[in-house]
């Protein structure tokens, strides 16, 4: 059995009572940018240290909300082919639909396979 660490990968300062409805749109007012590089890096630590648990790691994306802010999944992705040694990684979502030209999506997901070929645990996806 296969065990996915994952996380929503949340902007937590966003939530302030004064703010309206974040889940669909997140001013970028309501980000401070070093504040989003910390979160950025403390996701990437905890990815890392999933892969040395032994578990596998799945990320997924969404646009402008504060429950996750990541809003394209193949960056995180490509960052995590090269770092981790053991993990399969899974991309939810990943909507092509979105994207101009999906040869282009099937190009960005082979080099992502590439830079992670041990054991065939290349970046796998689901949508």
């Known amino acids: 059995m296969r065990i996915y660490h994952f996380s929503e990968q949340p902007c937590p300062d966003a939530w302030a009572p004064e703010h309206k409805s974040l889940r669909v749109i997140l001013p970028s007012r309501n980000c401070d940018p070093r504040v989003m590089a910390e979160n950025y890096h403390h996701r990437l630590d905890e990815w890392m240290l ?4 032994g578990l596998d790691i799945m990320i ?6 504060a429950t996750c802010c ?5 960056v995180p992705l490509a ?3 090269r770092q981790t040694k053991r993990a399969r990684l899974l991309t939810l979502g990943y909507p092509i639909a979105n994207r101009l030209d999906p040869v282009r ?7 992502i396979d590439v830079r992670a070929p041990r054991d065939g645990r290349g970046a796998r996806r689901a949508l």
């Open 50 to 53: 999933a892969d040395e648990l």
């Open 60 to 65: 997924n994306e969404h646009h402008a909300t």
């Open 79 to 81: 960052i995590l082919a």
């Open 105 to 111: 999506v099937a190009e960005e997901f082979a080099m």
């Open 70 to 74: 990541c809003p394209v999944a193949a």
